[in-house]
């Protein structure tokens, strides 16, 4: 190929990069679909219909378990529910404050006003989506119980300062691993640093439990048991009281879905290492670029990458971040140009739709805290502006990581500043 062919933009009729598309995730194969048809087998052997908690499920949570080197394990039905059920088992008095992550999916907080509580946004560190320590303690009040921490595209929060604050101030810690399953803080996975954790297994995370699923996960037995106790109607398990304890929903996992986990968690680790894999590769292959590299991360973390996040040094560039991207997904790099999920610009934050249009819980009589508070987000903003996302799986291979290295590199050569 001429020269002036390779280095021109497809965008500008150049030659792209890639023209065949990513290779498809596979996620659900063979031994899923026989786990299930064993499932429906055995149904129909005894005549009775699988139902929820039952042999699968306790087999589901016992390797979830074991993954994360002991514990207790609950499955329920999706990860805004484990989020939901994790915080229900903190059993927090209404108008409590819950410190809730600047960009986080609307299942990691919407949770909170749900259980009467009130979500105060931290926001991210200047150099990452997550969260840190600094950016918790100043929206820290004498109402605050309790701290919603989410990793990120697969990337740690720092959770030792975090978790020293939490001690400091008397507040519950829930890591919110939906996007992280396996990841490692300082050899640590995260989900066992907080007080209790919460996970979506649904079909886009790492591992999956069906089409929608989650687990909530923690070592304290007795949050467990009140998780449990929550995520069933406050059904009595573990005590001698015969009827409902707590109010709670049917948040339930199931059998179907069980059989599923179960032979998916058994794929967690390859997933894992090959996400792993992809995430560092194309991570080394641009530090020493000059305007395009993945992000900032926490020291001695291990991501797991649900995504990579890429960070442009805007300055060094003549265009904007959407160019960039558009160039990138011309060249066939698919591309996700925002991840700008920050809870506080949706409507129903902004209007207060909860319950109705009360405005609770932030209208209450008796919550002494800001009704309107301006939330804190100029480094999410900032953050936001200067990172797009680049979807990338298990299944990528060298070719994939080639070809990613080779457009961003091409397209950050097209548009240096002279
Ligand atoms: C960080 C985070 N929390 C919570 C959720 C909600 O999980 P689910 O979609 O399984 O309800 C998600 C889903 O993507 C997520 O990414």
Request: net charge neutral.
């Amino acid at each position: 190929m001429d020269k002036n062919k390779a280095t021109l933009l497809a965008m500008d009729g150049g030659t792209p990069t890639r023209t065949t598309p990513m290779p498809s995730r596979a996620l659900l194969g063979v031994e899923e679909k026989q786990a299930v048809m064993d499932l429906f087998d055995e149904s129909i052997a005894h005549g009775e219909a699988f139902g929820y908690n039952g042999p699968h499920e306790a087999a589901h949570e016992k390797a979830f378990v074991e993954m994360m080197g002991g514990g207790y394990a609950d499955a329920v039905n999706s990860g805004t529910n484990a989020v939901y059920c994790a915080l229900g088992a903190l059993q927090l008095d209404a108008l409590s404050e819950v410190i809730v992550p600047a960009i986080t999916d609307p299942g990691g907080v919407m949770p909170v006003p749900l259980l009467a509580c009130v979500p105060i946004v931290a926001d991210c560190d200047p150099r990452s989506y997550n969260t840190n320590a600094a950016q918790i303690e100043a929206v820290v009040s004498p109402r605050s119980r309790a701290i919603i921490v989410a990793h990120i595209g697969g990337e740690p929060v720092d959770m030792d300062p975090v978790l020293a604050l939490a001690r400091r101030h008397h507040l519950a810690v829930i890591e919110d691993c939906s996007q992280a399953h396996g990841a490692l803080y300082k050899g640590r996975p995260v989900g066992t640093l907080g007080d209790i954790a919460a996970f979506s297994t649904m079909s886009g995370k790492h591992h999956c439990s069906g089409a929608q699923g989650g687990m909530v996960f923690t070592r304290n037995e007795e949050l467990y048991w009140k998780a449990r106790r929550f995520a069933d109607r406050g059904k009595p398990f573990n005590l001698t009281e015969p009827k409902n304890v707590t109010a709670g929903l049917n948040c339930n996992s199931n059998e179907l879905s069980a059989v599923i986990g179960c032979v998916q968690i058994r794929k967690l680790p390859d997933i894992i290492r090959r996400r792993n894999a992809v995430g560092e590769s194309v991570k080394n292959a641009l530090i020493s670029r000059p305007a395009v590299q993945v992000g900032w991360q926490v020291p001695e973390t291990m991501c797991t990458y649900w995504f990579l996040r890429m960070r442009l040094t805007l300055s060094a560039l003549r265009v904007n971040r959407d160019t960039f991207c558009q160039a990138l997904a011309a060249e066939g790099i698919p591309v996700t140009p925002s991840y700008r999920h920050c809870p506080v610009e949706a409507p129903w934050f902004i209007n207060r739709s909860v319950f109705g249009s009360s405005g609770f819980p932030w209208t209450a009589p008796n919550y002494t805290g800001n009704r309107n508070p301006t939330a804190l987000i100029g480094n999410m903003i900032a953050v936001s502006d200067c990172h797009f996302n680049l979807p990338i799986h298990e299944r990528y291979g060298q070719a994939e990581i080639d070809d990613i290295v080779h457009a961003l590199i091409k397209v950050e050569t097209a548009y240096l500043k002279k």
